[in-house]
């Protein structure tokens, strides 16, 4: 069974514990990882702690080590796609894209510029606006996009000048660690150190003395603990938490054209992307032939073990996630919906869940009103689209959206009115490097990304000095 390590001050460590990683597609353990203990986490922290005023001296410097991280990333080392197939359950494919698209968003950010805004510079004083690092960051990531959302963190936070102690989900450690042990001869050590565990030692991290600042990224409940635990010591925090996205097909645009669009931002990675399509509202006119269409590409669409080729969606996954979904449908079940193609479990191992359209839904049902992070799509009849518009807002969350029609003048007015950190026009889940991703309401604070999400790692110290 393959066994990984922890970078701690640029070092292996294999830990003195370790626990098991499931592969979703067959519900076996396939790997161990370490299971951090207390006096490694400390070792982690004490190691950013002394990193850091060397880190934080020479900004190109960084960037010169951030580009060498990227070009390591540019050519994985073979199996890193198959391991995060295992651990997480996407298809190959999609897995080898998770990780270019690492390599693209750490490219990128590697080139950003930290601004020195001059204010005033005469005889009288000068005045400049500078950016700060803020120390040690704890970073802490979820499983559906395990290597993407961890150098989201990485790259940025690296570039301002903090060291850093990242924690995956216990459910996809893996890559994390492969991650680590990727980029350890090249970063400086204490400058990156990736640790495994579960959700204990997330709290461990919010709670410890030395980060100044927790870049976190998981569900809204999980969110709201690493509030409460970062505000004793006032520590900063970056929160990327849930989402319940509404689209909005408005009553001019046709099937045909957004159909697939809808269904693929619905069901790309099984469901379990923060920003997915969670619920639909379509006039009432277009409702038949849209559940109609939603349902043969739900049947079309080819599930399985993400290893096995031209599988296009595999298992929820983790098994509480199973649970969830199914316990979510059957609830829609029993509160009348129609379930239109799919709605249950794939009979076998794994945590394999068919593809699921439900009709005879509205707001008021846990399936539309939750966020159900799995591949079981609600759609919903609506007659005037400014109350279409009201009930996707009627929600804590506020991730992102979508309005879809012919007329993209028309859809932006309405997508401007959905109250999302990103507002989508016949299109779903487009997102770059450049662009600050974050949620409004519950679904988070603060941007990850672009420039933006760069200065979230520092903090503004102003430079006056007078002259006269
Ligand atoms: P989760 O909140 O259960 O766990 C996320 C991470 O937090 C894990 O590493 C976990 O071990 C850790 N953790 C758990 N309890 C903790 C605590 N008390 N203190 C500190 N850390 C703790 O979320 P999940 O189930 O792994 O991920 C799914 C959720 O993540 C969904 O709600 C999804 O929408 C959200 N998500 C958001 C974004 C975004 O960018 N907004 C991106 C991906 C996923």
Redesign the pocket.
């Given at each position: 069974m393959p066994e990984f390590t922890m970078t701690i001050d640029g070092k292996a460590v294999k830990g003195s514990k370790s626990v098991g990683v499931i592969n979703p597609a067959t519900g076996k353990e396939f790997a161990r990882v370490p299971d951090c203990t207390t006096e490694e986490l400390n070792q982690a922290m004490a190691a950013a702690q002394k990193a850091f005023p060397a880190w934080s001296r020479d900004l190109e410097a960084r960037r010169k080590v951030l580009n060498e991280c990227a070009a390591a990333l540019q050519s994985p080392p073979e199996g890193l796609a198959r391991m995060l197939t295992q651990e997480q359950g996407k298809p190959l494919d999609k897995a080898g894209q998770e990780i270019m698209g690492s390599w693209y968003w750490l490219n990128y950010t590697a080139s950003l510029q930290i601004p020195v805004e001059v204010l005033q510079d005469n005889a009288q004083g000068h005045i400049e606006i500078r950016r700060k690092p803020l120390g040690v960051v704890a970073a802490?990531?979820?499983?559906?996009?395990p290597l993407m959302?961890g150098i989201w963190k990485i790259a940025p936070a690296l570039l301002a000048g903090n060291t850093i102690v990242i924690?995956?989900?216990?459910f996809t450690p893996i890559t994390t660690l492969m991650l680590g042990e990727i980029l350890r001869d090249i970063v400086p050590p204490g400058v990156l150190n990736v640790v495994s565990g579960?959700?204990a030692l997330?709290?461990a991290?919010?709670s410890h003395p030395i980060p100044r600042k927790i870049s976190f990224?998981?569900?809204?409940?999980?969110g709201k603990?690493?509030a409460a635990?970062a505000a004793p010591d006032l520590k900063r925090i970056t929160l990327?938490?849930?989402?319940n996205d509404p689209a909005i097909v408005l009553p001019d645009a046709s099937v045909d054209d957004v159909a697939t669009k809808i269904f693929w931002g619905a069901f790309e990675n099984c469901g379990q992307i923060?920003s997915a399509i969670k619920r639909v509202y379509v006039p009432q006119a277009m409702y038949a032939p849209m559940l109609e269409k939603l349902g043969e590409l739900a049947k079309g669409a080819k599930v399985g073990n993400g290893l096995d080729a031209g599988v296009q969606i595999g298992p929820l996954n983790n098994k509480p996630q199973y649970d969830r979904v199914t316990e979510l449908v059957e609830d829609a079940k029993q509160h009348g919906a129609k379930i239109v193609t799919g709605g249950k479990r794939r009979v076998g191992d794994g945590y394999f869940y068919e593809p699921t359209i439900v009709g005879g839904i509205s707001d008021g049902v846990r399936l539309v009103d939750e966020?159900q992070?799995g591949p079981a799509l609600p759609v919903i009849p609506y007659t005037d689209v400014d109350d279409a518009l009201r009930r996707a807002n009627a929600t804590h969350f506020g991730?992102s959206g979508s309005v879809w029609s012919k007329d993209p003048e028309r859809a932006a007015e309405v997508a401007g009115k959905l109250e999302c950190g990103s507002a989508w026009v016949n299109q779903h889940l487009a997102m770059g490097p450049n662009l600050p991703?974050g949620?409004a309401k519950w679904?988070?604070i603060g941007v990850e990304n672009g420039p933006w999400g760069l200065l979230g790692f520092t903090e503004i110290q102003v430079l006056n000095v007078a002259r006269s």
């Open positions: 802490i990531t979820p499983w559906n996009y959302l924690k995956p989900s216990p579960g959700d997330g709290a991290m919010t990224t998981g569900s809204v409940a999980t603990k690493v635990a990327e938490l849930g989402g923060c966020e992070f991730l991703f949620g679904s988070g």
